[in-house]
């Protein structure tokens, strides 16, 4: 089955202790993406990539890092987490064949204390 | 650059009546238009997509939508709400050519009354 994987789901944690949230994708999508989303401000894109080794920033990269070492995997690193980082993150995979309809990861619910 | 406005954060409808879920863009250059759905603690669902083709656009749950260049916009549209459509609603809009980006608007959380 086609479908783009996100790990943890859910995950509480401390300001400052670094995390890493997963995302693959099994359709050999060369663009990956990732968003945030907030009540009342819909999806933000925070850092997306062309293909392998092929990143950028988007909207609000702040506070973020992310690579992209393999074509399927796509993770999103928080160095230093805080407060304001608590958020629902989704990330997304696309292709050229498909005009570019980005397929959707179920979402990470991140809480920062 | 480009941008999406929802208008109305909020529509409320009766059980059986029509949906009409407002979207307008900015493009500078021809758009890839879509609509998305996430129904609660859900991911986002694709509903439909205009991708430079027919500008009538159906989409799944009989939902549809005009893609209307003169007035940039890229209203949805259902005939008949059903309980079953509560949700929020999320049109997105891409750049053609090398521009992959896709920019989302702050979202339409639709009601329907019983």
């Known amino acids: 089955e086609a479908q783009v994987t996100q790990n943890p789901r859910y995950l509480i944690t401390v300001t400052g202790k670094k995390l890493t949230v997963t995302c693959s994708q099994n359709?050999?999508?060369?663009?990956m993406s990732w968003y945030r989303q907030d009540p009342g401000l819909g999806l933000r894109q925070i850092y997306y990539?062309?293909?392998?080794?092929?990143?950028d920033k988007g909207d609000v990269p702040e506070g973020y890092k992310v690579s992209r070492k393999e074509k399927r995997n796509f993770p999103l690193i928080l160095e230093s987490p805080s407060p304001n980082q608590t958020s629902l993150y989704f990330c997304?995979?696309?292709?050229?064949?498909?005009?570019?309809?980005?397929?959707f990861g179920p979402g990470t619910r991140l809480t920062v204390t | 650059a480009q941008s999406v406005t929802q208008l109305g954060s909020h529509v409320s409808v009766s059980e059986g009546a029509l949906v009409l879920l407002r979207c307008n863009y900015s493009?500078?250059?021809?758009?890839?238009l879509f609509w998305y759905v996430q129904y609660p603690n859900q991911g986002l669902q694709l509903l439909l997509k205009?991708?430079?083709?027919?500008?009538l656009v159906k989409g799944i749950n009989g939902f549809e939508a005009e893609f209307k260049k003169s007035e940039t916009s890229f209203h949805l549209t259902k005939p008949s709400a059903h309980m079953s459509d509560a949700a929020e609603y999320f049109c997105?809009?891409?750049?053609?050519?090398?521009?992959?980006?896709?920019?989302f608007g702050k979202g339409t959380l639709l009601t329907v009354n019983p």
């Open positions: 997304a995979s696309s292709s050229l064949e498909t005009n570019y309809e980005q397929y």
């Open positions: 359709m050999n999508h060369e663009y």
């Open positions: 990539s062309m293909n392998v080794e092929v990143t």
């Open positions: 493009s500078s250059v021809p758009p890839y």
């Open positions: 205009y991708t430079s083709a027919a500008t």
């Open positions: 997105a809009v891409r750049g053609g050519g090398s521009n992959y980006k896709l920019t």
